[in-house]
């Protein structure tokens, strides 16, 4: 027969090990939610994407909402409002090519590209883009056309305008119009979008718990 301490010992190392497995499960059961839950977010940005272009191809933006959302918290960014800027650059063309040469989703110039990619990493650079204009002309947009890639140089470039600028309203307004600011009203758009995508609760914007503007920022998205 055990010992009372042999059993006091044995019960011990029972517990023990019924404690740690249970902390082992619940770790699992976790994980496992929290990917669900990425996974229906990844959904849902899909779907907001086919609603707002039925013609944008999905398979081309299927790693698209995990760089999304990482991108941006690497930004200290909510991801709807990149997905604002996403939409109003683009429409979620991917393949969007711009009257000075932007390509893809955020329209980022390819010389701006290139300032970031020590940042980034290299990238595959566009052949003949300023010579097609119609859409049986057969062009390569190199990988600025892959959605993935253009939002991680969009984020790099707009985090190193954010370097120097104070707030988000000047850093969006020189990443479209450069220092100087040209196009004020491209800030508007942005969050005029943001404010609507802000309704989408399956979309899990980081400030959906107020998803209509006060009076004061429609005023405020106005005069700005």
Do not use: W
Not at 18 to 45: F, H, K, M, P, W
Not at 102 to 111: A, D, K, V, W, Y
Not at 120 to 137: E, I, M, T
Not at 148 to 157: E, G, L, P
């Amino acid at each position: 027969m055990l010992s009372r301490h042999s059993k006091a010992l044995a019960i011990l190392t029972l517990s023990i090990a019924v404690a740690v497995g249970g902390l082992v499960l619940t770790r699992q059961v976790i994980a496992v939610a929290g990917e669900a839950d990425a996974e229906r977010l990844n959904r849902s940005i899909l779907d907001y994407i086919a609603q707002k272009n039925p013609q944008a191809p999905i398979r081309a933006f299927q790693r698209f909402p995990e760089a999304l959302v990482a991108e941006a918290q690497k930004s200290n960014l909510d991801h709807c409002l990149v997905l604002a800027q996403a939409e109003v650059e683009s429409e979620f063309h991917h393949d969007a090519v711009g009257a000075a040469g932007e390509i893809g989703l955020f329209q980022i110039l390819p010389s701006t590209a290139a300032i970031m990619e020590p940042v980034v990493g290299p990238f595959r650079r566009p052949v003949g883009v300023k010579l097609v204009r119609d859409a049986k002309s057969v062009r390569d947009l190199g990988d600025l056309a892959d959605p993935v890639v253009s939002t991680k140089f969009a984020m790099a470039y707009l985090r190193d305008i954010m370097t120097r600028k104070s707030n988000v309203r000047d850093a969006l307004t020189e990443y479209n119009g450069g220092p100087a600011g040209r196009h004020p009203h491209y800030y508007r758009m942005v969050m005029g979008t943001y404010v609507e995508i802000l309704e989408r609760a399956d979309l899990r914007c980081r400030f959906r718990e107020t998803p209509k503007p006060s009076p004061a920022l429609t005023t405020f998205l106005i005069r700005a």
